[in-house]
């Protein structure tokens, strides 16, 4: 029987990280040069390809000795003080901020303003969607990641909890069930703010990869979306390989791989021209 191979649909960029990479080729075709202030996506490949395009990726130090240029912001969201930098050195933003993401910190700088709540966030210490929410609160958010951060909580005050966009769902409600366990003050709201885009992928890419006789999951290890995801997918198939792109396709994965149905899926920051070129290796 030959090989047959799918590339799963609902796999692949999201539409935040599609708008980021549209704004930036078509301001590279124009001008052949863009600065974009940390990694545009966490995926290796496709920042190679647009550097090759006049893509730079900077640092947030580069940033701040930065003048008289055009940055890119990419879908994660930016706490104040980028905006206020760019006033100051005369830096021209294109700002590729996801709307999903530009809503939450809207959300919790209105919560915050409103004043007397702790204003606690479910997320990654130091991801940049997380110090963009942060930054709304002028860096008085907490930020919860591991279960000893709740020490930092004071559960006789009133509460208002948001989640980082990528979070899981169950995550969240054990963190909302733990806080109702311990407080005491008046008033403990929580918001589930997770993308629904990343929320849903877990339950798809489950259900295709128990469809295949194998799944060859396509990201970036720099990806903790694709981590997540790659997981789930293992659970579903174990024969789940993860690879970076079609090299890493060894003679001894195409041997195994032979008259299999063969399903191809990948993170939120894979791109489907990897996919594509993973599957015609296949084939
Ligand atoms: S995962 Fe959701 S919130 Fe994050 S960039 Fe993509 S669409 Fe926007």
């Known amino acids: 029987?030959?090989?047959?191979?799918?590339?799963?649909?609902?796999?692949?960029?999201?539409?935040?990280?599609?708008?980021?990479?549209?704004?930036?080729?078509?301001?590279?075709?124009?001008?052949?040069?863009?600065?974009?202030?940390?990694?545009?996506?966490?995926?290796?490949?496709?920042?190679?390809?647009?550097?090759?395009?006049?893509?730079?990726?900077?640092?947030y130090d580069d940033y701040k000795a930065l003048t008289d240029a055009t940055v890119l912001l990419r879908a994660h969201g930016e706490p104040p003080n980028t905006y206020q930098t760019a006033r100051?050195?005369?830096?021209?933003?294109?700002?590729?901020?996801?709307?999903?993401?530009?809503?939450?910190?809207q959300r919790i700088r209105a919560k915050y303003l409103e004043g007397n709540c702790q204003i606690i966030i479910y997320g990654k210490k130091g991801h940049a969607e997380v110090v963009g929410l942060v930054g709304q609160t002028e860096g008085n958010a907490i930020v919860v990641e591991q279960p000893e951060d709740m020490e930092r909580i004071d559960f006789t005050r009133d509460i208002a909890l948001f989640s980082q966009t990528t979070k899981s769902i169950d995550g969240?409600?054990?963190?909302?069930?733990?806080?109702?366990?311990?407080?005491?003050?008046?008033?403990?709201?929580?918001?589930?703010?997770?993308?629904?885009?990343?929320?849903?992928?877990?339950?798809?890419?489950?259900?295709?990869?128990?469809q295949q006789d194998a799944v060859i999951f396509v990201g970036d290890t720099k990806s903790s979306n694709g981590?997540?995801?790659?997981?789930?997918?293992?659970?579903?198939?174990?024969?789940?390989?993860?690879?970076?792109?079609a090299q890493d396709l060894t003679e001894d994965i195409i041997q195994r791989l032979k008259g299999k149905k063969v399903g191809i899926s990948g993170a939120t920051s894979t791109p489907r021209w990897l996919m594509e070129a993973v599957a015609k290796k296949i084939k």
């Open 1 to 59: 029987m030959p090989t047959q191979v799918t590339i799963d649909s609902l796999s692949g960029f999201c539409p935040g990280v599609v708008t980021a990479i549209r704004k930036a080729e078509n301001h590279l075709a124009a001008h052949h040069q863009l600065y974009c202030l940390g990694d545009i996506v966490h995926n290796t490949r496709e920042v190679e390809r647009l550097e090759k395009q006049g893509l730079k990726t900077i640092s």
């Open 88 to 105: 100051l050195n005369n830096i021209t933003l294109i700002d590729a901020s996801c709307p999903v993401v530009l809503k939450l910190q």
């Open 172 to 210: 969240f409600r054990k963190l909302v069930d733990e806080i109702k366990k311990r407080f005491t003050g008046k008033n403990f709201e929580y918001f589930d703010t997770i993308c629904r885009q990343v929320a849903n992928r877990i339950p798809n890419i489950e259900s295709f990869a128990r």
């Open 227 to 245: 981590r997540v995801l790659y997981e789930h997918c293992r659970n579903a198939n174990p024969e789940t390989y993860f690879i970076a792109d």
